[in-house]
């Protein structure tokens, strides 16, 4: 079953959805299997951060930044600059994550977390949780 759950993003950079996919596993009763998780926006990923110094958070944002900064010469032009460079940005984090489910629990390590990344924002977005197991 697939579950989707809104977010509205304030501002580009990095929203924490670990909670909300770790509820949408809960609620299948899977206790071992893989589940998906995916953003079905062109200008917006999913990876994977750790918590733990939010100054961190904010180097990952800082340099994918520099390394696609916004600017108004990309090839296509049909909307904003911030559009175009989300675009790019998009493409190279990705749009999905898969993780094991093992004993009901998300494999992820002690100091990870599930990041929406927003490239285009304030936008209101949409975060699919897709659950196979047993």
Do not use: C
């Not at 749009?95 to 094991?100: G, K, L, N, Q």
């Amino acid at each position: 079953m697939l579950q989707s759950f809104p977010l509205a993003t304030d501002r580009n950079g990095l929203f924490d959805v670990t909670e909300a996919v770790a509820e949408a596993v809960g609620r299948t009763g899977v206790t071992d299997g893989l589940v998906l998780v995916s953003v079905p926006h062109s200008t917006a990923s999913v990876t994977v951060v750790s918590p733990w110094d939010v100054l961190g958070l904010e180097d990952v944002h800082d340099e994918i930044e520099r390394l696609v900064p916004t600017r108004i010469n990309f090839k296509h032009q049909y909307d904003t600059p911030q559009d175009a460079a989300g675009h790019v940005k998009a493409a190279i984090v990705g749009h999905s994550r898969t993780f094991f489910i093992e004993g009901g629990k998300i494999g992820l390590g002690h100091s990870q977390k599930i990041y929406f990344w927003e490239f285009d924002g304030p936008r209101n977005r949409t975060v699919e949780v897709k659950v196979i197991g047993r």
